[in-house]
């Protein structure tokens, strides 16, 4: 699965729209984009996936770049409970080993 | 929100004990994970079942043991636990292993080895 790459923090007001960046430069054409999040001490959770097309649910809209080498998760109008622990995950495969890296800290300021 | 549940939810043992710690799913998903988390290492993967009886190693298996006798439970043991071993452990489901289906993760074990 290709590595993905994402900044170590970020700050967002609370309010506005969050923009979290993650780069996939070397991603395979069948590989999935995956966004989690993890708040404070509680277990991942679940956001958005996506292939070559945005997508959107309640939670976020995933943005991918035509080429697919880097993907943006948007977070329309962050709250104080969004801030956590933001991870991308590249994954392809049909056992469900997904690969955490650091992820990104959001930390969203009144 | 998914139904796992995960018991103990803290534990704190002497190195060298047994411990068992369980995964419960009321969701009937066939995929069942167990992840260790610690600081600088982030989510790993322990080690995963695809099916009743069907299980597999995942990055950080050595010391640790897995069974699923029951679709619904997924237990983790650590035949003589280790001071290494002290982390929190999650157990995650999922419908499918295939890219594109979700897992979802339940709230944790805070395992202390003193």
């Known amino acids: 699965d290709a590595k993905t790459t994402q900044p170590p923090s970020m700050d967002c007001a609370e309010g506005r729209a969050a923009n979290l960046p993650c780069n996939h430069s070397?991603?395979?054409?069948?590989?999935?984009v995956y966004w989690y999040r993890q708040i404070h001490s509680q277990g991942p959770q679940y956001i958005i996936h996506g292939l070559k097309n945005n997508e959107t649910n309640e939670m976020a809209s995933l943005i991918i770049t035509e080429d697919r080498k880097s993907s943006t998760l948007i977070l329309p109008h962050a709250t104080l409970r969004d801030t956590a622990v933001y991870y991308c995950?590249?994954?392809?495969?049909?056992?469900?080993?997904?690969?955490f890296g650091q992820g990104t800290t959001l930390q969203v300021k009144p | 929100d998914a139904g796992i549940t995960q018991s103990p939810r803290h534990k704190v043992t002497e190195t060298g004990t047994p411990v068992t710690l369980r995964c419960h799913q009321t969701?009937?998903?066939?995929?069942m994970y167990w992840y260790r988390q610690d600081p600088g290492h982030g989510l790993r993967l322990i080690h995963y079942?695809?099916?009743?009886?069907?299980?597999d190693k995942g990055e950080v298996s050595d010391g640790y043991s897995v069974s699923r006798s029951k679709t619904e439970d997924f237990l983790l043991t650590l035949e003589s636990a280790t001071s290494s071993q002290t982390s929190v452990y999650f157990c995650?489901?999922?419908?499918?292993?295939?890219?594109?289906?979700?897992?979802?993760f339940g709230p944790g074990t805070r395992l202390t080895v003193t």
């Open positions: 079942s695809y099916g009743v009886k069907d299980t």
């Open positions: 995650a489901i999922s419908e499918n292993g295939l890219a594109g289906y979700e897992q979802y």
């Open positions: 070397t991603i395979s054409g069948n590989e999935y």
């Open positions: 995950i590249a994954y392809s495969g049909n056992t469900g080993k997904l690969i």
């Open positions: 969701e009937n998903h066939r995929y």
